[in-house]
């Protein structure tokens, strides 16, 4: 599990405007062989912001489900 936090001062960085931006991810390492680790993810991300960041301006947060695989040799 991690968390971050963002801090978008000026609105430099976003056309949001000046905002703090949220994260909290938790994940999973599985090895279902020795050679093999897959690693799925849920995050969910969430601003303080003037304007919806999110989904093309429509959303303040949002979800995401992530995977990945490690081969070891």
Same mark, same amino acid.
């Given at each position: 599990?991690?968390?971050? !936090?963002?801090?978008?001062?000026?609105?430099? =960085? +976003?056309?949001?405007g000046e905002a703090?931006?949220?994260?909290?991810?938790? /994940?999973l390492?599985w090895?279902?062989?020795? !050679?093999?680790m897959?690693?799925?993810?849920? =995050? +969910?991300?969430?601003?303080?912001?003037?304007?919806?960041?999110?989904?093309? /301006?429509?959303q303040?947060?949002?979800?995401?489900?992530?995977?990945?695989?490690v081969?070891?040799?």
């Open positions: 599990m991690r968390g971050e !936090w963002f801090r978008d001062q000026n609105g430099f =960085r +976003y056309s949001a703090s931006y949220y994260e909290v991810t938790l /994940g390492n090895k279902p062989k020795n !050679w093999l897959v690693r799925p993810e849920v =995050r +969910y991300d969430w601003s303080q912001a003037q304007l919806a960041p999110f989904d093309g /301006g429509q303040p947060d949002q979800f995401l489900l992530g995977i990945d695989g081969i070891q040799f």
